[in-house]
């Protein structure tokens, strides 16, 4: 079956960096993908990935590897306004999303 | 702004009754997509429509069903409501061609209905 596992929570400090894990199987794969969701609030895209490797957007980084089925979401200099789920999605063959349940970043003072 | 729309926001509703959610685009775009979000669950998809005129079945199509009359509209209709469908659903648009290459969808604002 196709599944995508990430951690459901995690807490980290202002100004600190962290590194979201995810997991991931599937029929086929045509990328990776990360989201942003503040609570009560619709998704919106941060990354995608395709290739092996790290893609760096701003404080956000992005990297894949598709032999392990590994992916993971770093973010640096953390602010308060990063509090929110992370949502990890892969692209079978199909090209449909399959959706991990979110982990949910809690950002301390 | 250009996005996407849906309506009603927030909706109570009594076990048995029809309820539609309204969904409007207006970025042009090709694809659209219907998604129930629950606790503890990842985003699991309902219907799909690639095109005006066509739609698709997703993940967990059973008592819903959708229509698309044309680019911008798609409305999701549950026939006759059960406690189970108690959920926050959000509608999706993606330029498809757009969509291959980088995987970006533009979600709604999302409706959340309780069932009773």
């Known amino acids: 079956g196709q599944n995508i596992d990430q951690p459901t929570e995690m807490t980290a400090t202002e100004g600190a960096i962290v590194q979201i894990n995810c997991t991931y199987q599937?029929?086929?794969?045509?990328?990776l993908f990360w989201y942003q969701q503040h609570a009560g609030e619709a998704p919106t895209f941060l990354s995608y990935?395709?290739l092996d490797g790290l893609e760096e957007k701003g404080r956000f980084s992005s990297f894949l590897s598709r032999s392990k089925g590994y992916s993971y979401l770093l973010l640096k200099e953390l602010q308060m306004k990063d509090s929110a789920s992370y949502l990890c999605?892969?692209?079978?063959?199909?090209?449909?999303?399959?959706w991990g349940a979110g982990t949910k970043l809690i950002i301390k003072p | 702004i250009a996005g996407i729309t849906q309506a009603p926001t927030s909706q109570i509703l009594a076990a048995g009754r029809r309820m539609t959610l309204r969904c409007t685009q207006d970025?042009?775009?090709?694809?659209m997509y219907w998604y129930r979000q629950d606790l503890g669950l990842g985003l699991r998809l309902i219907h799909y429509?690639?095109?005006?005129?066509?739609?698709g079945k997703g993940e967990v199509p059973d008592g819903y069903s959708v229509s698309r009359a044309n680019t911008d509209d798609f409305p999701l209709t549950l026939a006759s409501a059960v406690p189970s469908q108690t959920s926050v659903y959000f509608c999706?648009?993606?330029?498809?061609?757009?969509?291959?290459?980088?995987?970006?969808?533009?979600f709604g604002e999302g409706s959340r209905l309780t069932v009773l």
């Open positions: 999706a648009s993606s330029d498809s061609r757009g969509f291959q290459d980088t995987g970006e969808l533009f």
């Open positions: 999605a892969a692209m079978d063959s199909n090209y449909q999303l399959i």
């Open positions: 990935n395709v």
């Open positions: 970025m042009r775009h090709n694809a």
């Open positions: 599937t029929s086929g794969f045509n990328g």
């Open positions: 429509s690639n095109t005006a005129g066509t739609t």
